[in-house]
């Protein structure tokens, strides 16, 4: 079982579009499990308990959290401090910079998601969008749409695997695909 736990729900309903179209035959609950907390401070209080406690299956932790502008290897670092007296095996993601990144890195997604959305073609500072400081701003001002939530789910269903621009989210992609090599006999 891969039991991911993210630091707001917008990343956990983004995870629950994605993870069936990456892990097909995989059951939610069953396979893989997504547990979001309520920001950085929450995620990083609550990991020592759910790790220490978790008593179902052979699970693997996946911690994401959001770069923010910070350093990735000190807060990845941090991470994992936390998370190692358990001696459970986990694997710590950090998204760069923010979830919308990985949203803004599939254009076609968000038009797919809001075909009324004044999505740019080709604009420069889109190119790489890990970089933006601002991303969740930047994706609202396109699509005038305010809630992360509901943003996260109705891109998600479109992101395209091979074409999103956003380096952390096809890294993410990496890594989960080779947990499910791992785990992906129902353990």
């Given amino acids: ?24 035959n995989s059951v939610g609950g069953l396979d893989w499990m997504g547990l979001s907390f309520q920001g950085k401070s929450d995620l990083e209080k609550s990991i020592p308990n759910k790790m220490r406690g978790w008593n179902y299956g052979n699970p693997h932790f996946v911690i994401l959290r959001d770069n923010d502008s910070g350093d990735c290897f000190v807060l990845k670092q941090k991470l994992c401090d936390i998370a190692k007296p358990y001696k459970k095996p986990f694997s710590v993601r950090i998204v760069c910079q923010e979830l919308e990144s990985w949203l803004l890195g599939d254009m076609e997604a968000i038009k797919r998601a809001y075909p009324k959305a004044a999505v740019p073609k080709n ?8 970089e933006l400081g601002n991303a969740s701003q930047e994706l609202a001002r396109l699509i005038n749409v305010h809630t992360k939530i509901d943003r996260a789910k109705n891109i998600g269903r479109y992101l395209n695997f ?24 129902g353990d």
């Fill in 162 to 185: 091979q074409e999103n621009r956003s380096r952390s989210f096809n890294i993410f992609l990496e890594k989960f695909r080779q947990l499910i090599q791992v785990h992906g006999d």
């Fill in 123 to 130: 604009k420069a500072k889109f190119r790489k969008p890990d």
């Fill in 1 to 24: 079982m891969i039991v991911l736990f993210t630091e707001e729900e917008s990343m956990g309903e983004c995870l629950k579009v994605i993870i069936p179209k990456l892990w097909p």
